[in-house]
């Protein structure tokens, strides 16, 4: 199944052409041995016979941070998988491939995963497949399909279940709801969420319930930090490879968000330990700066694009390709980074951490942290001018995200007054995120104009800046109000802290 997404401009320049790849968007439902397809719009698909070889580190590395890699047989042609985690689904990567030896690309995407250990099978299961392609005026929606797993061993059947999914073919969610609910109704009930190979085993994904309120400091920054390296290692095999816009960011956001965590709680932990730790993380957060931000620019011309007619769009389209090439420049030097063994000692480091945070004593609390940085980020406004320069809003960008950040971190302890803070905060740095963008966007314009000559392309390029200024006039309009709402909420919540 496939989906069509937004790539980067970069979507082709790492990807080796015998790889494919698609995001799989899909619905797991729960059947019992009475179960039965009922009638749908559309036509029965070709029944199948599956046999999947799942892989993972003997410490199940993969399975941790909700990476599956298998081995597919059908009719005799072997294909190797890996699917690792997006924002609307999973990424599927397909190569063909007998059992043998895992594929070169594919170990390369999963060094910072595997870190030298060597992947093993852990399951073994045949399904039979059958199912129906559902269709709408539109075309093709969804495959209902139903799941007849056999869990072998030795070439013996030791254990039998039986799973129902709607993948989805498209973007069209009009008959997500309606689909789902037929599908219940013909007596389809919820899914634990595990996926074949954690059913095949009975794994679960290990310990990820939150910390009790009253739980130790360290417990909870244990928590928040296990969450955020889990979300790099699980993001880092698509910033690799590159391609979707989502995976760089979302490694990019769990970069920051674990420099936010080791600044804030500088208090609770060993100081030799966390500040060179902070600072790989910020050499790493530079890495992938440059390559996030030339894929919010692409895509931020290329919606402007669509609007103009088609003797302004050539120009704009000029320095879309621009973008496209320095982005590729970007990623080059992205994996370049990624495959230093700098990066791997950093990766090492985090993963220790995983296992035994270095925590002192103090009597600091989460809370304390949070109120600190709001504090912080209230100062910093009150010092700003009526009419602050780019740079400083740029600055009170930086605090707001501290002071979210670290408000997460109390969200356990603090509850709902914590989490709203935490989407206010969101509101007024998605704002001042838009005003940094379009300051970075009329740099991009004015250094494509002093390469580029033409009067078409000047006059284009002055439209653009006038709407960058129009971005940043009408950000600053709202800025006030939306700053008198999180400091009102800051106030409720931290206030008395």
Same mark, same amino acid.
């Given at each position: ?305 669509? !609007?103009?007619?088609? @003797? ?5 389209? *000029?320095?879309? /390709?621009?973008? %496209?090439?320095? #982005? &590729?420049? +970007? ?120 390469? !580029?000559?033409?009067? @078409? ?5 002055? *439209?653009?800046? /006038?709407?960058? %200024?129009?971005? #940043? &006039?009408? +950000? ?22």
């Amino acid at each position: 199944m496939t989906a069509q997404t937004k790539t980067s401009p970069s979507a082709t320049a790492s990807r080796p052409a015998a790889l494919k790849s698609s995001i799989e968007r899909e619905i797991k439902l729960s059947v019992d041995g009475r179960f039965r397809i009922p009638k749908l719009p559309g036509r029965p698909l070709v029944p199948r016979l599956l046999t999947s070889t799942y892989y993972d580190t003997p410490d199940h590395r993969l399975a941790q941070v909700r990476i599956t890699l298998r081995h597919r047989v059908e009719r005799r042609k072997g294909l190797w998988q890996l699917k690792v985690p997006a924002t609307d689904g999973r990424r599927e990567l397909e190569i063909a491939g007998g059992p043998g030896s895992l594929p070169t690309v594919l170990r390369e995407l999963l060094v910072a995963n595997l870190r030298g250990s060597k992947v093993v099978p852990v399951a073994t299961l045949r399904t039979r497949r059958t199912g129906v392609r559902v269709r709408a005026a539109s075309g093709p929606v969804a495959d209902v399909v139903l799941d007849l797993v056999a869990v072998m061993k030795d070439g013996r059947v030791v254990r039998r279940f039986r799973e129902l999914e709607i993948e989805w073919l498209g973007k069209d969610k009009t008959l997500e709801a309606y689909l789902e609910a037929l599908l219940r109704k013909a007596g389809a009930g919820d899914h634990d969420g595990r996926s074949k190979m954690f059913q095949a085993v009975n794994w679960t994904a290990g310990s990820n319930g939150v910390p009790e309120a009253d739980a130790p400091v360290a417990e909870q920054l244990a928590f928040m930090l296990r969450r955020r390296v889990k979300a790099l290692l699980a993001y880092d095999p698509g910033t690799r490879l590159g391609g979707e816009i989502e995976d760089l960011h979302q490694m990019r956001v769990a970069i920051r968000r674990l420099r936010a965590l080791l600044r804030a709680a500088g208090p609770l932990l060993n100081p030799e330990w966390s500040e060179p730790l902070r600072a790989e993380l910020a050499w790493v957060g530079g890495l992938l700066g440059p390559a996030r931000d030339l894929d919010v620019q692409a895509a931020y011309f290329q919606a402007e694009a669509a !609007t103009l007619k088609s @003797r302004d769009r050539r120009p704009l389209e *000029r320095f879309i /390709e621009q973008l %496209r090439r320095e #982005r &590729e420049v +970007a990623q080059r030097a992205l994996v370049e980074g990624l495959r230093s063994p700098r990066y791997m000692e950093l990766v090492e480091a985090l993963t220790r951490a995983m296992r035994s945070l270095p925590v002192v004593a103090s009597d600091q609390t989460l809370s304390h942290i949070a109120a600190r940085q709001f504090r912080k980020l209230r100062k910093a406004m009150k010092q700003i001018r009526r009419s602050p320069t780019d740079s400083e809003l740029h600055r009170i960008r930086i605090r707001t995200k501290r002071a979210r950040y670290a408000s997460e971190l109390a969200e356990t302890s603090a509850g709902k007054s914590a989490a709203r803070f935490v989407e206010q905060a969101r509101k007024f740095q998605d704002l001042l995120g838009i005003h940094q963008d379009a300051v970075l966007a009329e740099d991009y314009i004015r250094a494509f104009v002093e390469r !580029t000559k033409g009067l @078409r392309t000047a006059f284009v390029a002055g *439209r653009m800046v /006038e709407r960058q %200024r129009q971005r #940043r &006039e009408a +950000a600053r309009a709202v800025l006030s109000s939306q700053w008198e709402k999180l400091k009102r909420r800051g106030k409720k919540t931290w206030d008395s802290v």
